[in-house]
């Protein structure tokens, strides 16, 4: 796999300028996916936070193993972490940093649990995979930035930055956005801060009161969104029986 040297130098002194602590920088021209990249870096020695970049990648995947269609013109990224707690749902904590860089270039992106981030109409615009393996878990983030176009079964679901304000941001740019944001929640979970960030992310998420439908594993749950559960990010809902948490599953709102 090829390594663009210059882009590496570049984010890594653009990261250490703000004083932002992170790991090697591995920016790649093409790969699998940036997962693959990541879990298949040799040895025990893998810096905590390495970040695993590439322009294009040929086999990405999200939640599920469903396909994450992307382009040249999109940002697609991988951190390591091998200093991590299972306790903490590292999806929502990316989420919400996501969210927030996206913030500063429009309005209009949403939350939805647990750990997309849509354009105002319900269409993708990223989503984060977290996986664990080989004593590292790794946080995958592919943000739809620049692509002008999307394959007729995708542009139903998907949208880009470009699409929707007509601005190109250099990838450089938008991953240090992510990564100003991402680090220093990494820190808070380190000192166990959890909560802030998942209250953010529910007021952001204006879920509560919402009536949704959540599969999870081999059942359907339906109700009303009472909120989150403040130290794990668990859906607390309002069914007919009582309420439930649910840690994970596949989200869709019934009323709007």
Do not use: H
């Not at 692509?147 to 240090?176: D, H, M, N, Q, Y």
């Not at 859906?235 to 709007?256: F, H, K, P, T, V």
């Amino acid at each position: 796999m090829k390594r663009l040297r210059q882009k590496e130098k570049e984010l890594a002194g653009a990261l250490k300028a703000r004083g932002l602590a992170a790991g090697e920088i591995l920016w790649y021209e093409s790969v699998d996916s940036t997962m693959d990249a990541a879990f298949g870096i040799e040895g025990g020695a893998v810096r905590d936070r390495t970040l695993v970049v590439s322009e294009t990648q040929t086999s990405g995947r999200g939640r599920f193993g469903r396909r994450w269609y992307s382009t040249a013109d999109d940002l697609l990224f991988s951190l390591i972490l091998t200093d991590y707690d299972f306790e903490i749902p590292y999806a929502m904590v990316a989420a919400l940093a996501v969210f927030r860089a996206f913030a500063r270039y429009v309005q209009g992106v949403r939350l939805k649990w647990v750990n997309d981030i849509l354009w105002r109409d319900g269409r993708k615009m990223a989503g984060i995979l977290v996986e664990e393996r080989r004593g590292r878990t790794v946080v995958g983030i592919g943000v739809n930035l620049n692509s002008a176009k999307f394959p007729a079964e995708v542009r139903e679901r998907a949208t880009s930055l470009f699409i929707e304000t007509g601005k190109i941001v250099p990838k450089g740019e938008f991953l240090l956005a992510i990564m100003g944001e991402l680090i220093p929640f990494l820190n808070e979970c380190g000192a166990g801060g959890i909560g802030g960030i998942l209250s953010e992310w529910e007021e952001l998420s204006e879920m509560r009161g919402k009536k949704v439908a959540v599969r999870s594993g081999d059942r359907e749950y339906s109700g009303t969104v009472v909120g989150l559960n403040g130290e794990s990010g668990a859906l607390i809902l309002r069914a007919s029986d009582g309420e439930i948490e649910l840690y994970d599953g596949s989200l869709r709102y019934l009323d709007n």
